[in-house]
């Protein structure tokens, strides 16, 4: 399995960034896969933005509900997330995961529950 980000930059806050990760090499077909993003702020833990399963269904961490939108396009292999309203304490290192258990259903959003990683794109929020 082989994720790429791609969509991060340097933003002023209040501005928008919309991620894209395209992933490659599924066993099971991508469409089964609970797939999540990721970020890290420096000198921070991994942290879980938001997941989405093969039927739709989406949660997000409550610091950025409304403003976020996380979707997939499963005939592209293609996960995004689409990033509004952004805040400096949105700067981190964004990472896009796969659940490789193929359930169709998200178990949690923790980095214990994916097993494919993407190597992360920078997104920077400037106040």
């Known amino acids: 399995v082989q994720l790429v980000e791609s969509g991060g930059g340097s933003v002023q806050a209040g501005g928008s960034l919309k991620l894209s990760c395209g992933g490659s090499e599924f066993p099971q077909g991508y469409s089964t896969l609970c797939m999540a993003w990721f970020r890290q702020a420096p000198e921070k833990r991994y942290e879980g933005v938001a997941s989405?399963?093969?039927?739709?269904?989406?949660k997000y961490v409550d610091s950025v509900k409304g403003r976020f939108t996380i979707s997939r396009d499963n005939d592209k292999n293609t996960l995004y997330l689409e990033m509004n309203s952004l805040k400096a304490e949105d700067t981190a290192t964004y990472y896009c995961?796969?659940?490789?258990?193929?359930?169709?259903?998200?178990?949690?959003?923790?980095?214990?529950?994916?097993?494919?990683w993407g190597q992360g794109t920078q997104v920077t929020v400037s106040s």
């Open positions: 995961a796969a659940d490789l258990r193929a359930q169709g259903y998200c178990f949690g959003l923790t980095t214990r529950d994916f097993g494919a």
């Open positions: 989405i399963d093969s039927f739709g269904s989406t």
